[in-house]
């Protein structure tokens, strides 16, 4: 099945979780995508924090697949900043493969972040955000 963001916005937690679970980690993706953030999924606020979120926050990742590193777009002015280590390792969620997005040792300011990532429709993967080792927020990519 297809998905697009509209669909994983209207999505439960649990639905998330169960699509997560079921799709697999995908190649690690190369280029820019467009990222949006899925906070009280299931809710009818979760639409208008993904558009404030995007328009003042963060816009997405530029991934370097050969160098195995990402950037994240933020603020209004989409600067690439904040910079991850990516890998296929296994996931906190069901210990299951999936791409990590790890800052521990890129970022002062994301150190305790951990992004999770997984294939659910071509160039469209879900993502996990951890904080230590607390669940945060989903989040979708679309290449």
Request: glycine fraction near 8%; proline fraction near 4%.
């Amino acid at each position: 099945m297809a998905y697009d963001v509209q669909q994983l916005l209207d999505m439960s937690q649990q639905q998330l979780d169960e699509l997560f679970r079921a799709s697999p980690p995908g190649e690690i993706p190369n280029g820019e995508a467009a990222g949006t953030a899925i906070i009280a999924p299931g809710t009818h606020y979760t639409e208008s924090i993904a558009k404030i979120i995007n328009f003042f926050g963060w816009q997405g990742k530029v991934f370097d697949a050969a160098n195995g590193v990402l950037k994240n777009k933020v603020s209004v002015l989409g600067v690439e900043a904040i910079v991850a280590k990516v890998y296929l390792g296994s996931s906190w969620l069901d210990n299951k493969p999936c791409i990590v997005l790890d800052y521990s040792e890129t970022s002062f300011v994301a150190q305790w972040i951990r992004d999770e990532i997984r294939l659910i429709s071509p160039n469209f993967y879900l993502g996990k955000v951890y904080w230590g080792k607390d669940r945060l927020i989903d989040f979708c990519l679309q290449f």
